[in-house]
């Protein structure tokens, strides 16, 4: 296929914004992306689509435009979702670089243009894209690596980061599984081979990513490949870049389902929440999407540092790799899952969230993940399994760790108050409480507040709290008295240390 094809196609209305006398070039694939610098991921003689999230003014065109010319591309097909149009300063710099570029209409998605260049290939007997070839006639994912599995000579599997095996041949054990995962979430240059210590077997594994770069790394799903060193080649590699295609474009076809039942999902929720659909109508509404009404469920709740879309996929992802059904939807900022199921099963809920949590911790540059477990409830409990889950969601997101999990049974504490209080009335307490002690540990550089805190952690007793900070009874006494002058409040009195506990508590 050429650029002119593509051009010349009424049903993709593409139009051409600049490189009219390079509209012969051959286009050799397809390659989806929003980096500013995709260089390292192009063979040469892919048109490149994106959505332009990357720009941000006239030097970003430039950097991006001549990343494409060094890589040789055929050309550029632009989004217009986010920006509208094509920067007039991208078509200049394409047009600097001969880089053609096109305008993607907003009817016409990437997915459809991809599939008709797809198409094309095949119908000409592109060598090598064949994988993508089954794809495109109707092949599923374990057909699909079944073919690569023989043109590889190699076992391959599907990963998701959030732990599940999508598909693969061969056997690999949870350990291997795991630590895959994790060098997958390490941050550095994709695709890449990893060495696991456990393996004495000599061979390496192959990390090839699949789908778009936008995504953060604990939503997206890879290729790992197991191989001996001396089998690798260009050809290999060109496999393995086109089954990472038909990959994409497999998931890409399982998300558009999705999507539209996570709508559905996502207007019944809203509606039981808001009180204006009775539970009875909102089960048929999760059924409908794939729930199993007639079994207990259990709701959680999960927020991406306020990413709402980005949230759902990861919890999606999150969601399948415990094999529980289950239905994901879009709420507020974050992401609800609804799992439904016999209770020894949802049960286990927990064990599972914190191991893939502790997998996607483990990879330094993820998103901050919080998430919130409700207690196991009748189908009748729905919208109280909901509050619950987003309760223990603020009570996880106000704790110190990086990725966190609270569940129901955690609400009988008193940092649920804390959570549910809003930012400016926590800082307006705090201040309230220890501003006068704050400013004489700056003024004097002594350490009061540390000291109060350890003595309320040791429940009043000076022997522990003495031993703790390694001072003498004396010395603590001394502190102690200190804090009390400066604040005005007895220590002797639990109300007292009950409000000192809590302001401390709203710093961590």
Known sequence: MLLRDLLDDPELGLALLAGREQLDRPVRGIYITDLIDPRRYLHGGELVLSGLVWHTGPADSERFAAALSDAGVAGLAAGTARLGRAPTDLVEACARYQVPIFEVPLAVSFNTLSERVWRAEQQASVPGRELVGAVAAGADLDRVLAMATAELGANCWVLSAAGAVIGGAGALDESSRRALIREFLTP????????????????SF?????GSDTEPRAARWFITILEEQQHRSAKREGIVADLATAVALLRSRRDEGRQAASRSVQAALH???????SPPEVMARLEAAGLPTGE???VVALDVEGRSEAATTL????????????????????ALALFA??????AGIDRSL???VEDIESGMGVPRLTLGVSDISKATGLRGAVEEARYARSLAEHRSDRCGIATAGELATHQVLLASATDDLRRSYRQRVLSKLITYDEVHH????????AFLECSGSWSRCAKRLHVHVNTLRYRIKRVEEITGRDLGDFATRVDFYLALQLDT
């Open 188 to 203: 550095g240059v994709l695709p890449r081979t990893v060495h696991l210590p456990s393996d004495e077997s000599g061979a």
């Open 206 to 210: 192959v990390l090839w990513p699949v």
């Open 271 to 277: 509606r039981l929440l808001d009180g204006s659909a």
């Open 296 to 298: 207990p469920l259990r």
């Open 315 to 334: 919890l999606h992802e999150i969601a399948a790799s415990t094999e529980i059904a289950s239905v994901t939807a879009p709420v507020d900022t974050g």
């Open 341 to 346: 199921g016999d209770r020894n099963g949802l």
């Open 354 to 356: 914190r191991r893939t």
């Open 446 to 453: 002594s350490d009061l507040v540390n000291t109060l805190w």
